[in-house]
């Protein structure tokens, strides 16, 4: 994917969401003015979306911030916020090794490479507004930058006669290179769940994670014509309101 067809889907996605924050102030809604501020944790289910490909599991890490939601708007049944987090999150993929016939080696390599992300979600919400439970759509932007990675293997690896490893389309630049470009971004979505109380708000959400920037060069001399990221994240949230 060109570099104009990435920055013109941020485009795309960040218009929408002006375009559904702007459309609904512009209906006779109830005007809100909360502002919660509060913690997440959970997981982030990664893998690198590589060409030429490369078998992989899921490499799991670590994923948590500050959360930080602004509600602004009641329209009919519907409540609007807006919503972002800052995190340290770990991403990174886990090879699933096999031989070019196929077979499965003992060989292991795994890298993870450590992330600060800020999305910048458009929410919607249903349900109870003070207490009880609401369910959740929200999507937009998210950037990030990488701050580290390390990588683990097995000791000893299986080789050919030149000492190359035996891998499946013979792909093994990826175990030397580094991160060429430490900016990450793309886009984010993800439903949930959000129960109101008088002590504060706690959201169970479901999110995936498009990543549009490779994280090695993609040139026509460079190994990998795509390297990015693809992340499942399940998380815990816990926000208190500041403002109401």
């Not at 995190?87 to 390599?109: A, P, V």
Request: charged letters at 20%; aromatic letters at 12%.
């Amino acid at each position: 994917m060109s570099r104009m067809k990435k920055i013109l889907i941020l485009f795309i996605i960040v218009n929408c969401q002006l375009s559904i924050v702007n459309h609904v102030r512009a209906q006779i809604g109830e005007q809100r003015n909360v502002l919660s501020l509060g913690a997440n944790a959970g997981v982030a289910l990664n893998s690198v979306d590589f060409d030429p490909t490369i078998k992989q599991k899921m490499h799991a890490g670590p994923s948590l911030g500050l959360s930080l939601k602004y509600m602004c708007e009641k329209y009919f049944t519907t409540y609007c916020a807006l919503y972002t987090e800052l995190n340290y999150t770990q991403l990174g993929w886990k090879e699933d090794i096999r031989s070019l016939q196929g077979e499965r080696l003992n060989d292991t390599y795994s890298r993870s490479v450590s992330y600060l992300q800020i999305p910048i979600f458009a929410r919607l919400a249903w349900g109870k507004e003070q207490r009880g439970l609401q369910f959740f759509f929200q999507a937009g932007p998210q950037i990030g930058f990488c701050i580290g990675d390390s990588d683990k293997r097995s000791a000893i690896w299986t080789t050919d006669e030149q000492g190359i490893p035996s891998r499946p389309n013979n792909v093994v630049a990826q175990y030397d290179l580094d991160i060429e470009h430490k900016f990450d971004y793309g886009i984010a979505g993800g439903l949930g769940l959000e129960y109101n109380s008088p002590i504060g708000h706690f959201i169970l959400e479901g999110r995936y994670y498009y990543g549009l920037a490779d994280m090695f060069g993609n040139s026509k001399k460079d190994p990998f014509a795509r390297s990015a990221n693809g992340t499942i994240h399940i998380k815990l949230a816990y926000l208190m309101d500041l403002k109401h």
